[in-house]
């Protein structure tokens, strides 16, 4: 099993719906996690980082199942500025600093 | 505002050549990391260092070496270059230490062509 896996889509969704990924982990002591949106030829950028309670930064919500190991990322009311692809990441054990990104989910927004 | 900056942005090698591929960051961070990302593979981690003094493996670090000079520089070095390392190569850095849920910055990114 991969340490970290995404459902790679592509997911073709029109404007103003709402979409949600999800992301498994393999390591149950994994402490840190987050949700990075990389755009075609730049570099990563976070998006947001996931807190064991959930959290939500205006149209987007993050929430953390620890029991099943999943991550998950709504987008609420999507617009076409949020096409771009979506890459979850995990950390290893408490305090290991080796992070591992999964492959990464294609999000198009269609007019 | 620098943040995390990597040198050269673009780079064109033959096979068997070598090069070192430099990143700094002005963030005091204490982690700092190198991956390479190819199509429909993610990013997949090179090396880290997890500290001035450290280096530990990533995922693929056969072919590359690393050598974390002080706390803000961080390099990859390719001793002879193959068409496999054709690549996109990120530098990125991290606040770390232990417990630390803080997340990582990356550079802009170096494309290389092995040819």
């Known amino acids: 099993r991969k340490e970290v896996e995404q459902d790679p889509g592509p997911f073709n969704v029109p404007e103003g719906a709402t979409v949600a990924f999800n992301c498994t982990y393999s390591n149950s002591a994994s402490q840190s996690f987050f949700w990075y949106r990389q755009d075609c030829r730049k570099e990563p950028k976070l998006l947001m980082s996931?807190?064991?309670s959930g959290n939500e930064d205006g149209r987007f919500t993050a929430q953390l199942n620890r029991a099943s190991q999943y991550i998950s990322l709504l987008i609420r009311d999507s617009k076409l500025s949020d096409s771009a692809t979506y890459l979850c990441v995990v950390n290893g054990n408490f305090g290991n600093e080796k992070l591992t990104f999964g492959t990464g989910t294609r999000l198009t927004i269609i007019p | 505002n620098a943040g995390v900056t990597q040198t050269p942005k673009f780079q064109v090698l033959k096979t068997g050549q070598s090069m070192t591929l430099q990143c700094a960051q002005d963030m005091n961070h204490n982690s700092m990391y190198w991956y390479r990302q190819d199509p429909g593979m993610g990013l997949r981690l090179i090396y880290y260092?997890?500290?001035?003094?450290?280096?530990d493996k990533g995922e693929v670090p056969n072919g590359y070496n690393v050598s974390r000079l002080n706390k803000r520089e961080f390099s990859l070095r390719l001793e002879s270059a193959a068409p496999s390392q054709t690549s996109v190569y990120f530098c990125?850095?991290?606040?770390?230490?232990?417990?630390?849920?803080?997340?990582?910055?990356f550079g802009d990114g170096t494309r290389l062509s092995i040819l």
């Open positions: 260092s997890a500290s001035e003094g450290t280096t």
């Open positions: 996931v807190y064991s």
């Open positions: 990125a850095s991290r606040r770390g230490g232990r417990g630390s849920n803080q997340p990582q910055h």
